[in-house]
Antibody, heavy 121, light 108 residues
């Protein structure tokens, strides 16, 4: 069974930093691209970042470029998102989501349960 | 980026009725790269349909997708109590991948 479990969310002040993690199991993590998708409270879904299976390809939404850094550790079956210079508008549930491919950007076939990040003073 | 507009915003129906949800793209979606997701309150989204009309693993056949170009439809043939939720379309033919704003299917 595919499982994605996010952690690391919490309450952070504007301008602060945080690192989100996603622990995975039930599939060959090193073979698949991974993503972060976020959802602000009461709002829709927004794709945030993509990393290919070997970390060769990395992409970000314009709204987070320069502040967010995605990475992965294939030996530990884990995905990460380093978030710096936090803004109030970054407040959201952050989902770890798996791509069905190792290289290209497709749909999201499995999702974690999400971790809530709240940016407030 | 491609903007996806879903309609209606809310659909009020009774169990057993047919639901028809629309997703319109601002540009042609390349290679039928359109997916649909279901999200219930407090839960993560779940993949229903990919490639416009292919059902994901374990998705019942009352869910079907159709369309091409800029106009796409998700149809739920007979609503079950567990189908009342928010539904999102998503395109993955162009970067960045984008979602529609969602359609809420509520019990009438």
């Amino acid at each position: 069974e595919v499982q994605l479990v996010e952690s690391g969310g919490g309450l952070v002040k504007p301008g602060g930093s945080l690192r989100l993690s996603c622990a995975t199991s039930g599939f060959n993590f090193r073979d698949y691209s991974m993503n972060w998708v976020r959802q602000a409270p009461g709002k829709g879904l927004e794709w945030v970042s993509f990393i290919s299976s070997t970390s060769k390809y990395i992409f970000y939404a314009d709204s987070v470029k320069g502040r967010f850094t995605i990475s992965r550790d294939n030996a530990k079956n884990s995905l990460f998102l380093q978030i710096d210079s936090l803004r109030a508008e970054d407040t959201a549930v952050y989902y770890c989501a798996k791509d069905p491919s190792g290289t290209y950007q497709y749909y999201f076939d499995y999702w974690g349960q999400g971790t809530l990040l709240t940016v407030s003073s | 980026e491609i903007v996806l507009t879903q309609s209606p915003g809310t659909l009020s129906l009774s169990p057993g009725e047919r639901a028809t949800l629309s997703c319109r793209a601002s540009e042609i979606v390349i290679s039928t790269y359109l997916a649909w997701y279901q999200q219930k309150p407090g839960q993560a989204p779940r993949l229903l349909i990919y490639g416009v009309s292919s059902r994901a693993t374990g998705i019942p056949d009352r869910f079907s997708g159709s369309g091409s170009g800029t106009d796409f439809t998700l149809t739920i043939s007979r609503l079950e109590p567990e189908d009342f939720a928010v539904y999102y379309c998503q395109q993955y033919g162009s970067s960045p991948r984008t979602f529609g704003q969602g359609t809420k299917v509520e019990i009438k």
